[in-house]
């Protein structure tokens, strides 16, 4: 799909975790520990001002917030928060970022879609940019509040009825009024779970969803 908007897709030779499952477990030590590697591997694109492509929210939250409380004394660290973006953050950013004119968004005109953002789009990254592709002829409702999941949260022995009633706030009463061919838009690993899990729909990634509508 970025290809297709005419960038040049560079995948790291190594894994640069962002540490968010030590972050969340209070193993800060630990987390810090992956953040300066992902710094080694990352750092060198961010300050030749390479964008950042997060496509997991909670992962891209850790690169723009945490990664600088963390590791407050690395000039790295500035540069790869900088330039770490959500897809939609920069498919619809000016150019020479953005793709400009270079690209127009797919139509999305035979889509209805129930949209669950990621927490991490409410706390840190905001859902602006997502609902700007998306109302290139989309039908959307996008719901409020947590999937439930919230990472290791709802794996979390003595957390599940909580993790269930939280998701009957919105999610899964949405899911049960779709429409058949109605689409899950969740970008979240941990709310794509949550509707799977417990009802029995399959959500599908931005990227997914504008890839399947590109021409040709």
């Known amino acids: ?60 939250a850790v690169l723009r917030s945490d990664l600088l409380d963390l590791l407050p004394d690395d000039p790295r660290a500035v540069a790869v928060a900088r330039a770490t973006r959500t897809l939609a953050e920069l498919l619809t950013a000016p150019a020479p970022v953005g793709p400009g004119e270079r ?24 859902f602006t940019a997502d609902q ?5 002829g989309a039908s959307f409702s996008t719901l409020a509040g947590c999937c439930g999941l919230a990472g290791n949260f709802g794996m979390e022995a003595g957390h599940y009825d909580v993790s269930v009633q939280v998701a009957e706030r919105a999610l899964l009463p949405a899911l049960r009024e779709a429409a058949p061919g109605d689409v899950l838009l969740a970008d979240g ?21 504008l890839a399947s509508h590109l021409p040709g």
Not at 12 to 20: S, V
Request: net charge negative; hydrophobic share 40%.
């Open 1 to 60: 799909m970025l290809r297709a908007a005419g960038y040049e897709v560079l995948v790291p030779d190594h894994d640069a975790c962002c540490g968010l499952t030590w972050i969340s477990t209070g193993q800060l030590d630990g987390a810090r520990k992956r953040l300066t590697h992902l710094l080694e591997v990352l750092g060198p694109y961010a300050v030749n001002g390479v964008p950042i492509v997060g496509l997991e929210p909670s992962c891209t």
């Open 103 to 126: 690209w127009t968004p797919p139509d999305l005109s035979d889509v209805t879609a129930v949209v669950q953002p990621h927490c991490h789009h409410h706390a840190v990254m905001t």
């Open 132 to 136: 700007e592709l998306l109302r290139a």
């Open 189 to 209: 690993y941990s709310c794509r779970t949550q509707a799977d899990q417990l009802g029995g729909v399959q959500g599908v990634h931005l990227a997914e969803l």
